[in-house]
């Protein structure tokens, strides 16, 4: 069992109609057919969203992904409309709320990996393969990999695990011409992104993108390049040959599953309230993340 701990209500706007409550965003449509997007302070880990909040959380990755759908324009156009309130939305989804074009999406995720870790790492020490890519021998967990490979998954439900698939699979799902402008364009962002992390000290070992289709055209979409889709670690940090330092929500992992916490993840209780220190420094890592990315100061 997983899932929300509590489901939240949604917040009635008047002239929106509530689509959807997922993990992060709660999902909107305005009366101009325009979907708008506000992105909370939940946290979710190990398949559940967790009964406390980190505050700025919603509005630091939504300012986060503001600034780097401009870096990656002359790649992939994005969704985003406006930033403006919708009339009669609360003053408190300021900074957290985009109004996006409404997109045929592509029900792929779209993982690049530049570095070996997570589930990537457990297939590669079953199979040397990563999403049927053969890899090298001797890699290990932090390893950088000779270039950046996609490998995409399914998008499961709320908590349920996303499934890597093979590229094949994706052809077959999508077409053997939209596969390829997945991958090609998935691994030219990431090309873009890892670049602009490495020079602000930031490894960006793997990310996930979603798109859509607009008029024929592929479309960046939900959030991109953020502490919740992506593996940052500090450079001067990294070590091949065990988990690296990461900017997110680590400190949240890593307490659950502390004696401290008295909670079994295997077990069918929700997980329990996060002590007010663990809120403060997973809050500190996802500021620190959008600062030392974009240079600019979060106020």
Known sequence: MSGFVEKPEPIEVPGLVHLHTGKVRDLYRDPDGNLVMVASDRLSAYDWVLPTEIPDKGRVL????????????????????STDLPAGAPADWEGRTLICRALDMVPVECVARGYLTGSGLAEYRQTRTVCGLALPEGLTDGSELPSPIFT????????????????????????????????QTTLAVYGRARDVARDRG???????????????????????????????????????????????????????????????????????????????????KYVEAYERLTGLSWS
């Open 62 to 81: 939504t300012q986060l992904s503001l600034w780097w759908f401009d870096q990656l324009t002359d790649l992939a156009p994005n969704h985003v409309l």
């Open 152 to 183: 995409p998954a399914t998008k499961a439900e709320v908590g349920e695990h996303d499934e890597n698939v093979s590229y094949e699979e994706v052809a077959r799902q999508t077409g053997a011409e939209t596969a390829a402008l997945l991958r």
């Open 202 to 284: 930031i490894i960006l070992a793997d990310t996930k993108f979603e798109f859509g289709f607009a008029g024929g055209e592929l479309v960046l979409a939900d959030e991109v390049l953020t502490p919740d889709s992506s593996r940052f670690w500090p450079a001067e940090e990294w070590q091949p040959g065990r988990a690296q330092p990461s900017y997110d929500k680590q400190f949240v992992r890593d307490w659950l599953t502390s004696p401290a916490s008295g909670w079994d993840r295997h077990g069918h209780q929700p997980p329990p309230a996060l002590p007010e220190e663990i809120v403060t420094r997973t809050r500190a």
